[in-house]
């Protein structure tokens, strides 16, 4: 038995930006993004021979604001996104349940922060939970094989092992990892001079960014302009342990479900049809799930 947790947020930017015509509802609204994440959402329960999930939740961020953004004001807001695939954010939830998905709506939290508490709320009662992410900062939930991500645009599964030989990390020091990097998606600045080579050696070495010595005598492994980052560590050190504070994902967000309400039982005839309304669905749409289920 497996847990499938769904990055909805991805999802619909995903869907927004993909190379297919718009798609405009009875009342000229753009539905575009969420119609293309119901296509996906259905191809990924129905038409998935590989991963077959038979118990699955999706995540979103509405609004796009969270907590991280009262800790530092550069962090990720929803300026510059564009209005239309902002007015989605509310439709895509509803469409989501209308094909009989649990849908979890993180506002003070972020989506992230949704499927690591579900993947740590779950992962006892399941063979394996997959992450449906390319996420890096999800990294951090993996458990061995126990608990994988899963980027379905690449078809890329990554385990424990997995990251170990990709970034040469362990999952509980990405936060560091992405504190000295930066993650521009989440408008985290990192350390200046750090990339991705030298961190990984120094996390690799040390594992988080406290036990890292300040004298660079005294690192171990082989880093290009030791001398260079070793300054601007000490320089930007307690800026770094906020980044951290930031990238580490919450794993006790308050989720009202319990593990038998994540079963997909099909899509819902009543739930569907009204959304297949609303939003103007093609014929083919409607006919498209193969899986029913009575009750909406």
């Known amino acids: 038995m497996r847990l499938h947790l769904v990055d909805g947020t991805w999802e619909l930017f995903r869907a927004h930006y ?32 590989k991963e077959k999930p038979t118990h699955i939740a ?6 796009i604001e969270s907590f991280r953004n009262d800790l530092f004001p550069g962090y990720k807001t929803s300026e510059g996104v564009e209005p ?11 469409a989501a349940r ?9 506002d003070k939290w972020e989506c992230d922060d949704g499927l690591a508490s579900g993947a740590a709320k779950f992962r006892d009662q399941v063979d394996q939970v997959r992450i449906c992410s390319p996420d ?8 061995g094989t126990h608990v994988v991500t899963l980027d379905r645009m690449r078809d890329k599964e990554t385990d424990e092992a997995g990251l170990l030989e990709n970034r040469g990390i362990e999952p509980r020091s990405i936060p560091d990892f992405l504190a000295l990097t930066g993650d521009t998606a989440d408008g985290i600045p990192g350390v200046p001079g750090f990339g991705e080579v030298g961190a990984s050696a120094l996390i690799g070495r040390w594992r988080t960014i406290e036990a890292i010595p300040s004298d660079p005598a005294l690192w171990n492994v082989k880093v290009r302009g030791a001398d260079r980052l070793a300054l601007e560590l000490s320089r930007h050190r307690e800026e770094a342990m906020l980044y951290k504070k930031l990238a580490t994902l919450i794993e006790d967000v308050p989720l009202k479900e319990d593990f038998a309400a994540l079963e997909w039982r099909g899509v819902p005839h009543g739930a569907f049809a009204a959304w297949c309304d609303d939003v103007g669905a093609s014929e083919s749409l409607r006919q498209r799930p193969r899986r029913w289920r009575e009750s909406s």
């Open 18 to 49: 993909a190379k297919r015509p718009g798609h405009l509802d009875p009342k000229k609204r753009e539905r575009k993004a969420t119609v293309g994440v119901v296509y996906s959402m259905l191809r990924l329960l129905e038409n998935d021979e």
């Open 58 to 63: 999706i995540a979103f961020d509405n609004p």
């Open 84 to 94: 239309v695939l902002l007015a989605q954010f509310d439709a895509v939830e509803e």
């Open 98 to 106: 209308a094909i009989g998905m649990v849908v979890w709506r993180m």
């Open 136 to 143: 890096k900062d999800l990294g951090q939930c993996i458990r």
